[in-house]
């Protein structure tokens, strides 16, 4: 007879913890949630503006390397309608010339960038922009994915560079 009430026991608190954890667990999930609607409304705000800036930690070339940028200037900054544009290079040149007009192995641009589309997409907390920019011997092609966690990947294509990655914070200017 204890034997059975032991089990019955050991049931009861098995199911105990499971509804327990599970609670605990759905508590998770929910505060998540709201971080993240809140860090997207955050985004919203500061694109919205039209006054921030990317600093990135990290750069990816399509040969496979990913080189740390911290304590290299970059950036990519908007303010608003113009385009201030600082990074660091690493890639092989299609077409004879220095890069981005600096010499120093930048891809440079200030001014106002062409086509430029902001989407809004709430249901993944991110923003997409793409836009051109032009120079007076290149046409850069960008594509950038801020995410609610203030981070941003751009994709850089260009008439006359390989393409290059890069990853880094959103900083609001405001």
């Known amino acids: 007879m204890n034997h059975k009430i032991l089990i019955n026991t050991l049931r009861e608190f098995r199911f105990s913890y499971f509804l ?31 006054s921030f800036k990317i600093e990135n930690e990290w750069a990816y070339t399509q040969r496979g390397n990913n080189i740390n940028l911290v304590g290299n200037p970059n950036y990519i900054e908007f303010k608003n309608d113009s385009v201030f ?7 092989v040149r299609q077409i004879g ?20 589309q902001i989407k809004e997409i709430p249901t993944k907390n991110r923003i997409e922009l793409t836009f051109e920019c032009r120079n007076k011997t290149e046409t850069y092609q960008l594509y950038i994915n801020l995410d609610g966690s203030l981070k941003a990947n751009t994709n850089i294509n260009s008439s006359k560079l390989e393409s ?7 900083i609001n200017n405001q």
């Not at 544009?85 to 890639?91: A, D, R, S, V």
């Not at 290059?164 to 959103?170: A, E, H, K, L």
């Open 20 to 50: 327990v954890t599970l609670m605990f667990l759905s508590c998770g999930v929910q505060q998540n949630e709201t971080n993240k609607s809140e860090n997207y409304k955050e985004l919203q705000k500061i694109v919205r503006s039209g």
């Open 85 to 91: 544009m600082y990074l660091p290079y690493f890639g």
């Open 97 to 116: 010339g220095n890069y981005g007009g600096t010499g120093d192995g930048a891809i440079n641009f200030t001014g106002k960038p062409q086509k430029l």
């Open 164 to 170: 290059i990655s890069y990853r880094g914070d959103i």
